[in-house]
């Protein structure tokens, strides 16, 4: 009787030593050695990193946003959307001359990106830099004439700068290509005014 006993728990322990030996091997096989470098579990995208930047920019940490667009641009620099961010960042943070630096590299690779031509130009006019901001509303207006606002802006520009003809000019395309624009109506009466053209 002890004798059957005895085996009995000879064999649980060797039962419980062979699963223990099994569980083992497995965690050693599943633990990564110290010469495999450690797997990187982070999203390492440019999405992330622009929603991350937006977070940032909603709360008011500029230089943080900064950064990480940054990131994500190196990630994806193809992408003028990206850039056209940063510059805008920068612009917030009043850093008028990194976005201008920004602007000029997306124009350098495409001449005819009208977004951010729209920024530029903008920039530019904040700047009282009247002739660069003029070229680049003529330039937005002539790649594509569907910006109705910009017609405004550069004929107000021309009126600016004392040259009524040109305004004339710009307002009467506006008018043209929007005929229920209240803006062009009232600019270019005021020009007909200020001209005596009654």
Same mark, same amino acid.
């Given at each position: 009787?002890?004798?059957?006993?005895?085996?009995?728990?000879?064999?649980?322990?060797?039962?419980?030593?062979?699963?223990?030996?099994?569980?083992?091997?497995?965690?050693?096989?599943?633990?990564?050695?110290?010469?495999?470098?450690?797997?990187?579990?982070?999203?390492?995208?440019?999405?992330?990193?622009?929603?991350?930047?937006?977070?940032?920019?909603?709360?008011?940490?500029?230089?943080?946003?900064?950064?990480?667009?940054?990131?994500?641009?190196?990630?994806?620099?193809?992408?003028?959307?990206?850039?056209?961010?940063?510059?805008?960042?920068? *612009?917030?943070?009043?850093?008028?001359?990194?976005? +201008?630096?920004? #602007?000029? &590299?997306? $124009?350098?690779?495409?001449?005819? @990106?009208?977004?951010?031509?729209?920024?530029?130009?903008?920039?530019?006019?904040?700047?009282?830099?009247?002739?660069?901001?003029?070229?680049?509303?003529?330039?937005? *207006?002539?790649?594509?004439?569907?910006?109705?606002? +910009?017609?405004? #802006?550069? &004929?107000? $520009?021309?009126?600016?700068?004392? @040259?009524?003809?040109?305004?004339?000019?710009?307002?009467?395309?506006?008018?043209?290509?929007?005929?229920?624009?209240?803006?062009?109506?009232?600019?270019?009466?005021?020009?007909?005014?200020?001209?005596?053209?009654?």
């Amino acid at each position: 009787m002890k004798i059957f006993y005895f085996k009995r728990i000879v064999i649980v322990f060797s039962i419980f030593f062979v699963l223990s030996c099994a569980l083992d091997s497995n965690k050693q096989a599943a633990a990564p050695s110290a010469k495999q470098p450690q797997l990187f579990y982070g999203p390492e995208n440019s999405y992330y990193y622009f929603t991350s930047a937006q977070v940032q920019r909603i709360k008011g940490n500029l230089d943080k946003a900064v950064v990480l667009l940054r990131k994500a641009i190196a990630l994806d620099p193809n992408s003028f959307y990206l850039q056209r961010e940063l510059a805008t960042v920068y *612009l917030q943070n009043r850093e008028d001359d990194k976005a +201008i630096e920004v #602007l000029e &590299g997306i $124009l350098e690779k495409d001449p005819n @990106d009208i977004r951010s031509l729209i920024i530029y130009g903008g920039l530019k006019q904040v700047r009282k830099e009247t002739d660069v901001a003029i070229a680049t509303y003529e330039k937005i *207006l002539s790649l594509d004439p569907e910006q109705e606002r +910009i017609y405004s #802006l550069l &004929g107000g $520009l021309y009126m600016e700068a004392g @040259d009524l003809a040109s305004a004339r000019a710009v307002f009467s395309r506006q008018i043209e290509k929007f005929p229920a624009s209240y803006t062009g109506h009232f600019l270019l009466g005021r020009i007909h005014a200020k001209q005596g053209n009654f």
